[in-house]
């Protein structure tokens, strides 16, 4: 036997055991999790006014870190990973309806949302989330803040999109774009490029799952896709837009903050396969 | 790959239970007279002075090992390295069950001190290292070792 051989063996054994101590561990974390929580809440009351400091470290326990922990668990048992029209919070939970799809390159579908108007959100990192904090506690806009992660087909969004409601930061437009994966066809066999959900954040509130603090959103998120083709179809005549009637059927639900949602069920599907990409080529009348 | 937030946050979290395993030891050892005669009772007077002192250096030896080892492990933790990850949570898996079992029986009061804090320190270093992102960082795939990537030559 020659010691690659074995060298392998030992180390895809050892691997498949880590998976087990993972799954365990990521278990044990939270069940520790409920009980510490446990321990925090009993202890709020015999500290008098102190208590509220242990109450605020309770509620961060249990929003940040026990309820989407237990979330997880929960939903890796019980929801199926396939597509169904719906994007998934971090947690598993369902998110956002999948309002829209984009035929065309990334280029283009760029270009296109930057002429209609649209603000490219920055990423997550140290220095965006630096930002969030000084322009709320300053009151200065911050047009290109982040969007919290959705994912689809298992993936964060590629990109996300914003718009502003005149300097009010807890309201705003939002649409999240998943590059599809090859050969991916719709459910009905459409080929579309990009997935894509809009919806319209209308006020800062409380997750009803997690009790974070999270946007709300409008709960009539057709009129926040159709505010999204109108822009795109009234700044470039070069897009055309064609509408899978009935894609999901008109379902009233809920998404992972506990929103209510209301569609007619209607998926346009935005050709950009015509924009100029090249600043050169958009030129004024 | 970039480092996931929550493996930086576990590596600093196994860091302040060091810290909090420094304040242990120092607390120990200004109350040591104290803590022989609750351990042994009666038998507490007839250790001199140069024993006691033996005995707590011994201690205060170990404990510094264990916490060198530990402050060692957050930082390979921190460099991306799954093992340590893996040997941490083993560590605080057995505290916390320890602890669970003592109060549990009730032998044990959790009011807000050091044991609560440690406590709390151990449950949020599991979270944190056994969270999706820190797992996949620490087993994220590598360039193969050298070794690993020799074909079976001559020398085997």
């Known amino acids: 036997m020659s010691e690659q051989g074995m060298a392998g063996r030992s180390r895809s054994r050892r691997f498949s055991l ?3 101590l993972d799954q365990f561990f990521f278990v044990y974390a939270g069940l520790a999790a409920i009980w510490l929580a446990y321990l925090l809440a009993s202890e709020t009351f015999a500290f008098g006014w102190w208590g509220i400091l242990v109450f605020v470290a309770f509620w961060a326990l249990l929003a940040y870190l026990v309820l989407p922990r237990v979330h997880r668990v929960l939903t890796t048992i019980y929801v199926p990973d396939y597509f169904m029209g719906r994007t998934r919070t971090s947690d598993g939970l369902f998110g956002d309806p999948v309002n829209l799809a984009v035929v065309g390159g990334e280029a283009q579908l760029l270009a296109a949302m930057d002429a209609a108007g649209w603000t490219r959100a920055d990423d997550v990192t140290l220095a965006s989330s630096r930002r969030i904090i000084t322009s709320t506690l300053t009151r200065r806009s911050y047009d290109e803040a982040p969007v919290s992660p959705l994912f689809l087909f298992g993936r964060k969004q590629d990109f996300a999109f914003q718009q502003e409601v005149a300097g009010n930061p807890a309201k705003r437009h939002h649409v999240r774009f998943w590059r ?15 997935l894509a959900a809009g919806t319209f954040d209308r006020a800062v509130g409380l997750s009803l799952f997690t009790l974070q603090v999270t946007h709300k959103i409008d709960a009539d998120t057709d009129v926040e896709r159709d505010h999204i083709v109108r822009t795109l179809r009234d700044s470039d005549a070069a897009i055309e837009v064609d509408v899978l009637k009935d894609f999901s059927t008109g379902y009233h639900s809920r998404n992972g903050g506990g929103d209510t949602i209301r569609t007619d069920g209607d998926l346009p599907v935005i050709d950009v396969r015509a924009v100029a990409t090249t600043a050169g080529s958009v030129v004024a009348p | 790959m970039p480092r996931p937030a929550a493996t930086a946050m576990g590596a600093l979290l196994v860091l302040l239970r060091v810290l909090a395993g420094v304040a242990w030891l120092a607390a120990l050892a200004a109350t040591w007279r ?20 033996a005995v707590l250096w011994f201690v205060l030896g170990a404990g510094a090992i264990i916490l060198l080892v530990e402050a060692v492990l957050a930082v390979l933790i921190f460099l991306g390295a799954n093992w340590p990850r893996i040997l941490v949570m083993v560590f605080a898996t057995l505290s916390i069950s ?29 979270l944190a290292l056994s969270s999706r992102p820190a797992r996949a960082y620490a087993r994220r795939p590598r360039e193969p070792r050298r070794r690993g990537r020799r074909p079976p030559g001559p020398g085997r």
């Open chain 1, 18 to 20: 880590n998976a087990v």
């Open chain 1, 180 to 194: 599809c994966p090859d050969d991916w066809l719709l459910p009905g066999g459409a080929r579309v490029d990009w």
């Open chain 2, 34 to 53: 104290q803590a022989l005669e609750d351990e042994l009772g009666e038998f507490a007077p007839e250790i001199d002075a140069a024993t006691a002192d």
């Open chain 2, 98 to 126: 320890g602890t669970f079992a003592a109060w549990w029986a009730g032998d044990q009061e959790l009011t807000l001190d050091l044991t609560l804090v440690t406590l709390a320190l151990d449950i949020l270093v599991m």
